[in-house]
């Protein structure tokens, strides 16, 4: 396959997956807005071949379609599936030995190799401001490293092999950071370069960090990709670049022969600095929040070298595309890893993190008569604590019985447990815990709440397919319109403060039960406008689930406690826009027509879209 990404380019350009263009573009919004406008319509990987301000070039949309995608790993996909699938059942190699050969082989070629002479990328030695600097949304904070491979080295146990390999997202310049001098890198404590820092930091020594841009396509993959326990991310790089993953040191910094480029440089124990804002997967900006620097060793570049990018924002993107081949690749580990959960679908339409679907096995039989989830519970307990799958804010689980469920089919997936859940049992709330950093529909960053909904058992009720009539006609909320079976949004009055929704909250309950009972519609969404929740199914998901804090916005008609468990008759999420939420991304109007100039006849994308 690929030794470097521009053969990956060329081979894209010969098979129509990529188109030049040739126009001199501007890395403030304009590179981002081309993006954006050819992703959404399915377009090719674009080569920039003049970026304003810099003598490099840029790549972006190279994951832009899963067809585009696979194409990219069609010489390697089968045996790094065969490789993941072995690492999960070990047992399935001793079974057919013979089989699985060559998947012992794949993995052996993939070993990280020590090249030594001199690195391709350690060619030239240049500065940041050198670098493509794209400014991605009107707010961000200055330009960033959308596609980084960050590396760091276990300081108690140095070597590539107890390394880490993550997509960390890195300022290079705005806010604070010394141009040339300081970078930001955006990361949790908990993740791989986190628990690396923390040794560092006990050990009163700096952390060295390189950051690889570029290089094969598979390098990328391999940065985003969750890896089972003692698989290395160096390795899964080698498999699905179909070689191993060439380095050295300089300087003691670990260098990837293959890259573009790579910035090197050092952390120093709690030297942070404001990081953000930045257009975010969820459709947000998230916010200016301290985080760590790296001070600049050197940065290289490689001659004739590509600045691959992507542009972060409202699902689905270029990232769904990572999400996909990734589930593709991995999907099955979560069957190994907990016992008893067929399949877990962090939902790409609501930000991935926030809203989780899942449908595991009911085994137990209890003495009750009544069919009820038990065992679902303690799954969802071992979803929860699982990885990044502990990020999410709302899971939905349930089990097969008489019909096969597949929670990637949103509606269908809704809909069965709507119609099969106990409002007053199976509502199940985690309080004053974490959240996603980039969510800030929580009480405060990285706080706020969870909710666990889970259902079983025979079918309860039958859902309503149009909006029903005593949902009409309540002061004060009008433009009532369905979503989907069983949903219904409700456009209320603008959002003010917690103290005074509760007293709003109650006023509306209080009038639907006035209605009498409403079975057929167990959720309703209050929101600011109904019409765009209404539109698609994505609206509903994006604004429902990204907007909503469990524990503060989930209301419900007849709500009750007992024995600190809370139920209701009807729910009702409070999916309006609050003030302490992060502002949503919208585009620059007068860079949406400059860049229209590239889409005429004669136009580099002229006809593309």
């Known amino acids: 396959m690929y030794r470097n990404l521009e053969d990956c380019l060329i081979d894209l350009e010969k098979h129509g997956h990529l188109v030049r263009i040739r126009e001199e573009v501007d890395p403030y919004l304009e590179m981002a807005a081309i993006h954006l406008k050819v992703y959404e319509a399915g377009g090719p990987a674009l080569l920039f071949e003049r970026v304003k301000g810099s003598q490099f070039r840029a790549v972006s949309n190279l994951f832009g379609t899963m067809e585009r995608s696979k194409f990219i790993f069609r010489k390697t996909w089968d045996s790094v599936h065969n490789v993941m699938a072995v690492r999960n059942d070990p047992m399935k190699a001793l079974k057919k030995p013979f089989s699985n050969i060559g998947t012992g082989l794949a993995a052996f070629k993939a070993l990280p190799l020590k090249k030594w002479g001199n690195l391709p990328v350690t060619a030239q030695e240049i500065q940041i401001s050198d670098l493509p600097l794209i400014h991605h949304w009107p707010n961000d904070g200055g330009a960033f490293v959308t596609l980084p491979q960050v590396y760091s080295e276990d300081p108690e146990k140095p070597g590539i092999m107890n390394s880490n390999l993550g997509m960390y997202r890195t300022q290079l310049t705005g806010n604070e950071y010394e141009m040339n001098k300081e970078i930001g890198l955006h990361y949790q404590i908990h993740r791989g370069i ?16 390189s950051c690889f841009i570029g290089g094969p396509p598979a390098h990328t993959l391999a940065a985003v990709m969750p890896l089972p326990e003692g698989l290395s991310e160096m390795t899964v790089a080698g498999m699905l670049s179909g070689h191993n993953f060439r380095y050295n040191y300089v300087d003691g910094y670990c260098i990837s022969s293959d890259a573009d480029f790579v910035i090197t440089g050092e952390i120093y124990p709690e030297d942070t600095k404001p990081e953000g804002p930045f257009g975010d997967h969820l459709g947000y900006y998230s916010l200016i929040h301290p985080f760590p620097v ?108 008489n019909e096969p469920i597949n929670s990637h089919h949103e509606v269908n997936f809704l809909t069965y447990i709507l119609e099969r859940i106990d409002l007053r049992r199976d509502i199940h709330f985690y309080t004053n815990t974490t959240i996603d950093t980039l969510d800030y529909s929580g009480t405060g960053l990285n706080s706020g709440s969870k909710v666990v909904i889970a259902a079983y058992g025979d079918k309860l009720r039958n859902l309503c397919h149009e ?125 949406e027509k400059k860049i229209e100039r590239l889409f005429v006849k004669g136009a580099s994308l002229g006809g593309i879209i």
């Open 294 to 401: 790296m001070k600049i060793h050197k940065v290289y570049a490689k001659p004739n070298a590509i600045w691959p990018f992507t542009v972060v924002g409202r699902p689905p993107q270029e990232d769904t595309s990572f999400g996909e081949l990734i589930h593709e690749l991995t999907g099955d580990s979560i069957k190994h890893e907990i016992p008893g959960v067929k399949e877990v679908h962090a939902v790409d339409a609501a930000g991935v993190h926030p809203l989780l679907f899942a449908v595991g096995s009911e085994r137990y039989t209890p003495y009750q008569q009544v069919k009820k989830p038990t065992e679902l519970l303690t799954l969802a307990n071992r979803i929860l604590g699982t990885g990044q799958l502990s990020l999410a804010k709302y899971l939905f689980i349930t089990a097969e019985e």
């Open 194 to 209: 986190g628990v690396h820092q923390t040794k560092a930091n006990k050990m009163g020594m700096p952390l060295k960090v």
């Open 467 to 591: 909006v029903p009539e005593d949902l009409k006609g309540i002061r004060g909320y009008d433009n009532v319109r369905l979503i989907m079976p069983g949903v219904v949004a409700m456009q209320g009055p603008k959002f003010n403060s917690y103290a005074d929704t509760e007293k709003e909250m109650q006023g509306l309950c209080d009038a639907l039960q006035e209605k009498g009972p409403l079975p057929t519609c167990p959720m309703i969404v209050l929101c600011d406008d109904s019409s765009f929740l209404s539109e698609s199914i994505h609206n509903f998901l994006w604004v429902t689930f990204t907007r909503s804090n469990p524990s503060h916005d989930i209301h419900g008609v007849n709500g009750f406690y007992e024995h600190k468990h809370w139920g209701c008759d009807n729910l009702i999420i409070d999916a309006r826009t609050k003030p302490h939420q992060a502002p949503p991304l919208v585009p620059d109007p007068t860079v």
